[in-house]
């Protein structure tokens, strides 16, 4: 009975600690969830248009303010970034890229990313983000929050390939290539990181580099946004090469008649020659599968603004 009543004992008191270690757990999350909407709450303006003017606590008080519950703050800060993009562009009423989110004074965006990355320097997709969203706002805020994912994560080769993304936007091809030679040497790096970097030497804004860049950042991305502007711009420079490719027939049926096509249907067989797909008029059709815009006075070609094809 004795040892029973021991073992008993021993029984309450290992789950009297387990459930106060899950009470507290509990009470922390619950803490640092309300600490995380007081440092929100507190920045709050009476007028919704002073919203670009507020700002948050800084990185730094934010670490020192979780409470050890880092990761939940940062995600909660994650979640607030992306909210706070997608508001902008609702309120904005029209289709804006993801890379050229520019003209909305997402002023507010750099400081949180620098907080969700500092509360948890191992947030990829926060890294991702503002390597690919930040550098139309911010460049160098874009490339400060990269470089100190990379010294936080030395041997993530994709902070890398985001750095040398931002600055091949920035045509630093020079620096583009450092950077991917730099990730090419870390153990496990894809082959395709070297090739990048002899690619942007010998030519760095070609449509074919832009291409390779972003068919990496399609395959390598876990962000769906980042994916969805990944493949619109690969479409986007597939449309390149088949207005070029249209322009070539436009120019060449003038000055077999004398005048510029009047419709598709004037130059439809020249279309298919060259494996163009068109529809049952004879427009060719951009990869969107819409229509492309025959500019009859011009001799010229456009994309239909109802295109899934981005324009720029």
């Given at each position: 009975?004795?040892?029973?009543r021991?073992?008993?004992?021993?029984?309450?008191?290992?789950?009297?600690?387990t459930?106060?270690?899950?009470?507290?757990?509990?009470?922390g999350?619950l803490?640092?969830?309300?600490?995380?909407?007081?440092?929100?709450?507190?920045?709050?303006?009476?007028?919704?248009?002073?919203?670009?003017?507020?700002?948050?606590?800084?990185?730094?008080?934010?670490?020192?303010?979780?409470?050890?519950?880092?990761?939940?703050?940062?995600?909660?800060?994650?979640?607030?970034?992306?909210?706070?993009?997608?508001?902008?562009?609702?309120?904005?009423?029209?289709?804006?890229?993801?890379?050229?989110?520019?003209?909305?004074?997402l002023?507010?965006?750099?400081?949180?990313?620098?907080?969700?990355?500092?509360l948890?320097?191992?947030?990829?997709?926060?890294?991702?983000?503002?390597?690919?969203?930040?550098?139309?706002?911010?460049?160098?805020?874009?490339?400060?929050?990269?470089?100190?994912g990379?010294?936080?994560?030395?041997?993530?080769?994709?902070?890398?390939?985001?750095?040398?993304?931002?600055?091949?936007?920035?045509?630093?091809?020079?620096?583009?290539?450092?950077?991917?030679?730099?990730?090419?040497?870390?153990?496990?790096?894809?082959?395709?990181?070297?090739a990048?970097?002899?690619?942007?030497?010998?030519e760095?804004?070609?449509?074919?580099?832009?291409?390779?860049?972003?068919?990496?950042?399609?395959?390598?991305?876990?962000?769906?946004?980042?994916?969805?502007?990944?493949?619109r711009?690969?479409?986007?420079?597939?449309?390149?090469?088949?207005?070029?490719?249209?322009?070539?027939?436009?120019?060449?049926?003038?000055?077999?008649?004398?005048?510029?096509?009047?419709s598709?249907r004037?130059?439809?067989?020249?279309?298919?020659?060259?494996r163009?797909?068109?529809?049952?008029?004879?427009?060719?059709?951009?990869?969107?599968?819409?229509?492309?815009?025959?500019?009859?006075?011009?001799?010229?070609?456009?994309?239909?603004?109802?295109s899934?094809?981005?324009?720029?």
């Amino acid at each position: 009975m004795t040892t029973s009543r021991r073992k008993f004992g021993l029984f309450s008191r290992q789950t009297k600690a387990t459930n106060s270690l899950v009470v507290v757990i509990l009470l922390g999350m619950l803490s640092a969830i309300l600490l995380a909407r007081w440092i929100d709450a507190r920045n709050q303006r009476a007028d919704p248009a002073l919203e670009d003017e507020q700002l948050y606590v800084t990185a730094s008080a934010a670490r020192r303010m979780s409470l050890g519950f880092n990761g939940l703050i940062a995600d909660w800060y994650w979640m607030r970034s992306i909210q706070y993009v997608g508001r902008k562009i609702l309120n904005a009423q029209q289709n804006i890229e993801l890379d050229k989110l520019g003209q909305l004074k997402l002023r507010l965006l750099a400081p949180m990313l620098d907080t969700a990355t500092t509360l948890d320097p191992e947030f990829m997709d926060a890294y991702e983000y503002a390597a690919v969203v930040l550098p139309a706002i911010d460049v160098q805020e874009a490339i400060r929050i990269t470089r100190k994912g990379i010294d936080a994560n030395p041997n993530a080769w994709r902070l890398y390939h985001q750095l040398g993304y931002i600055y091949w936007q920035e045509h630093d091809f020079s620096a583009a290539g450092d950077v991917y030679g730099q990730g090419a040497s870390i153990p496990g790096a894809p082959v395709w990181m070297q090739a990048m970097k002899a690619r942007m030497a010998a030519e760095g804004g070609s449509r074919s580099t832009a291409r390779e860049i972003y068919a990496r950042m399609y395959e390598q991305s876990e962000d769906d946004k980042v994916r969805d502007m990944a493949r619109r711009r690969l479409m986007q420079l597939n449309s390149f090469d088949e207005q070029d490719a249209i322009r070539k027939i436009l120019v060449a049926y003038k000055i077999r008649t004398g005048h510029c096509a009047q419709s598709w249907r004037e130059i439809t067989p020249m279309l298919r020659a060259i494996r163009m797909a068109v529809d049952a008029s004879g427009a060719p059709l951009d990869p969107g599968k819409t229509p492309y815009i025959l500019l009859t006075k011009e001799c010229d070609v456009q994309l239909d603004y109802q295109s899934e094809v981005p324009v720029k």
